[in-house]
């Protein structure tokens, strides 16, 4: 059984199109993040939701928009794809607690805008 | 501004060599730390974790990681490396009380046969 899992694994598309990445989690974890790995493998967070509400927003540009339609599951869309948003994206969870437990992570999707 | 360090971007080692990765932070509270490896293509693991207690942690695949408060490190360590521990090392801190896990930049190791 996969803990967090993300659709779709590769995303190749061109410039100026919108797409979405989806993640579920059946952990039971009350928050969920994304993160965004560039090539330099460099892990940066871009929102957190916390029983669908966002508590974490980082300097992200609005093209992206996460949706968390109930606490297992949080998408990301991004409309004008840019090629500098060519990266790895991951999905993660982590339950409630303080900080006392580690986040899980997806599997990633690897989107390439050419 | 919350950061991770990690020192050593690359490592090269043979087999059955010792391993140290270096991981520093900067935040005055309470941390939790981690130490996660990601493997080619793959997703981040958690190797170990450090809460509270114990300032040496034991982890997976014969991993270890010490917390020195004092210098704001939690380096991790390995006595004899395999080929198989070829990968990326990230260290991550999350603040007490926040939802933020904050990584370090990545350690690429590799390990000959």
């Known amino acids: 059984d996969t803990a967090v899992s993300q659709t779709p694994k590769y995303l190749v598309t061109q410039m100026g199109n919108d797409k979405s990445i989806k993640c579920e989690q059946n952990?039971?974890?009350?928050?969920m993040y994304w993160y965004k790995q560039d090539s330099k493998k460099f892990l940066k967070i871009m929102f957190s939701?916390?029983?669908?509400?966002?508590?974490i927003n980082e300097t992200v540009p609005n093209r992206f928009s996460p949706k968390s339609p109930d606490k297992a599951h949080l998408n990301l869309h991004i409309n004008s794809l840019e090629l500098g948003d060519s990266a790895v994206y991951f999905c993660?969870?982590?339950?409630?607690?303080?900080?006392?437990?580690?986040?899980?992570f997806g599997q990633g999707t690897r989107l390439t805008v050419v | 501004a919350q950061s991770v360090s990690q020192h050593n971007h690359h490592v090269i080692l043979s087999e059955a060599a010792s391993l140290e990765l270096g991981c520093n932070y900067s935040?005055?509270?309470?941390?939790?730390l981690f130490w996660y490896v990601q493997y080619p293509g793959q997703h981040l693991q958690l190797l170990l974790k450090?809460?509270?207690?114990?300032?040496l942690v034991k982890g997976i695949k014969g991993f270890e990681a010490e917390f020195i408060k004092s210098k704001f490190s939690f380096n991790l360590r390995k006595p004899s490396v395999q080929w198989s521990d070829t990968a990326e090392y990230f260290c991550?801190?999350?603040?007490?009380?926040?939802?933020?896990?904050?990584f370090g930049t990545g350690t690429r190791l590799k390990v000959l046969a």
């Open positions: 952990l039971g974890h009350d928050t």
């Open positions: 993660a969870s982590s339950q409630d607690d303080g900080g006392y437990t580690e986040a899980f």
């Open positions: 450090y809460f509270s207690g114990d300032p």
């Open positions: 991550a801190v999350r603040p007490s009380g926040t939802y933020k896990y904050i």
């Open positions: 939701y916390n029983n669908k509400e966002l508590i």
């Open positions: 935040y005055g509270g309470t941390v939790n």
